[in-house]
DNA sequence: GCCATTCTATAACTTCTGCTACAGAAAGGT
DNA sequence: ACCTTTCTGTAGCAGAAGTTATAGAATGGC
């Protein structure tokens, strides 16, 4: 093991990651400034740039962050309930309490970079490509489903993948414009007919 | 009527317009910056601001713009229909068409600013206020379904109009991150679901 | 022809962006 | 004690953002 040398850093990077998440989180990615995330630290920019590398290189940390701690939850629901339904249920009513958790709401995956100047593509295909990942862990569920008969079998998997992921994103979209916990748990009965028999 | 004194405009302002709006709608309002617009036109600053004031105001009435023509055609599909059912059938097909008639695909409404920096509050206050203009008119027409039989007598307005207000949400999303008309047409089935009898 | 009026282009301004050169401070190795 | 290594704050970089002062060009009115 090597020992730790030079000055030893003046601030918990654990503590300082979890900060820049949650104002990535409030502001986007190209709303989040420097200022904001240095503030948000209480460090000036050298330190941040030595703990981080770049704005993008910590933005794709905080990605990876929120998805091992608060993204994780509504999808780890989805697995532990008994029925897909109940799973869907329980993922969805997660996400609302997700999108409520934080100010100005809604989820980061999915409202982190929604436009974004060309400089700034590589984030938005960070974004793009956990929200993939979160399609496919759906779609996993709904062939469990399928394989142990609660679905039929002609069911079009990747169809109902793609529309329950569109209530999260009308979840995140909407808590972002201020709708209630109420509002937002609304949305979740409408959809789960979806998976009513024809 | 005055007559036109000074010097003539040097470019048609309602086809400079037309596309501001496609530049907006394109690349959001923040995304789309000055040299963009007056890329556009043809044309430069000065000009641009003599005719339309400055970025905030020509994005307002860019979208006022979008409202009247591209906007409007989802809408009038949904009054148009003979039962409650086939406008929104016709509404979400239509929002599928305006979101694949511009790259990289949306609504400019929903997409055009979510993440803003605080300087640019002004610009997502009129998109929102536009987007509760848009639940408003769903809202009537599940309305117009109720006083005519086709709906029971307790169902819950303005759940149903929130709710398939995110489909649109989602379709504007996910036509953003590039899905196909197909993809985007197969959201449109399950969402209907949500008016079937208990 | 000359005036007032209005649009246009050049060129710049102010402010802010992400980022960094520099010098000093705090630790371990020897 | 001294060197090396690493973090820290001060101060400022180059570039881009939205915007505008200035001077010139193009029109109608008289």
Known sequence: MATARGRPRGFDRDLALERLMQVFWAKGYEGAQLNDLTAAIGVKPPSFYAAFGSKEAAFREAIDLYIATIGAAPMRALDAAATV??????????????????????????????????????????????????????????????A????????????????????????????????????LLALIDPALRALDPD
Do not use: W
Not at 93 to 111: D, T
Not at 152 to 179: E, K, N, W
């Open 85 to 146: 339904r109940a799973g869907l249920r329980a993922m969805l009513e997660g996400s609302v309490e997700v999108a409520l958790s934080a100010k100005p709401g809604g989820c980061l995956l999915i409202l982190g970079v929604v436009n974004c100047l060309p400089v700034n593509e590589a984030a938005r295909a960070h974004l793009l490509n956990a929200r993939r990942k979160t399609v496919a862990l759906v779609a996993d569920r709904l062939r469990r489903g399928v």
């Open 148 to 183: 142990n008969g609660e679905l039929p079998a002609g069911t079009d998997i990747a169809r109902l993948a793609a529309f329950f992921h569109g209530i999260m994103q009308a979840i995140s979209f909407q808590a972002r414009d201020g709708a209630t916990r109420a509002e």
